[in-house]
């Protein structure tokens, strides 16, 4: 505790002289031109940072072998708790959903639920999920529902939206899957 008392003693001193030293150094047009020289150079590190994401996504999941899967709710006041998905018969990925992203799939948003690598072919997908309505009293049993089918993974990135959906209040949970394929 000691070593961060000094600190905190060495780190106030220097932020109460750096007023005067700034003061000494420079006029106001020389602060104003520092200021925006360090806010562009701000902007181009994060420019290289996008540029270095966006890379090593390339790297990682290159387009010839990316699938990426979407979770998407389409039943008014159904809070999903949790989507289980599984393809080829690999480990399944098991997301959980808090209120609030829960809140965000009712309004028509999509969760990026599993991003993989797999060869061009066909490809079996399992999804199941549970949830509640919210307004469902505490302890009521969740609304299962569950999915299996096959989708064709071509050289192309392949883009999977599983849409949760229910027809009426009270009627059963189904699940659809969409394939988004870009135009080529």
């Known amino acids: 505790m000691a070593f961060r008392s000094s600190n905190r003693a060495l780190w106030c001193a220097l932020f109460a002289c750096l007023p005067l030293a ?38 990682q999941f290159p387009d010839e072998t990316r699938v990426s899967i979407y979770v998407g709710v389409q039943a008014p006041g159904l ?37 993989l690598n797999t060869a061009p072919g066909s490809h079996r997908i399992r999804v199941e999920f549970s949830g509640r309505y919210a307004d469902a009293k505490p302890g009521a049993p969740a609304m299962r529902s569950r999915y299996e089918g096959v989708f064709e993974k071509t050289v192309q990135p392949s883009d999977l939206e599983v849409l949760i959906n229910i027809a009426a209040y ?3 949970a189904t699940i659809r899957l969409r394939d988004w394929r870009p135009n080529s």
């Open 22 to 59: 700034c003061g000494a150094a420079a006029n106001d047009d020389e602060m104003l031109s520092i200021d925006q020289e360090l806010q562009a150079l701000k902007a181009e590190v994060l420019d290289v940072n996008q540029g270095a994401l966006r890379t090593e996504a390339a790297f």
């Open 79 to 115: 809070l999903v708790e949790d989507v289980v998905i599984t393809v080829d018969d690999k480990a399944p990925t098991v997301r959980k959903f808090d209120v609030i992203e829960s809140i965000a799939l009712q309004r028509r948003g999509l969760y990026r639920a599993l991003r």
């Open 170 to 172: 009270g009627k059963p």
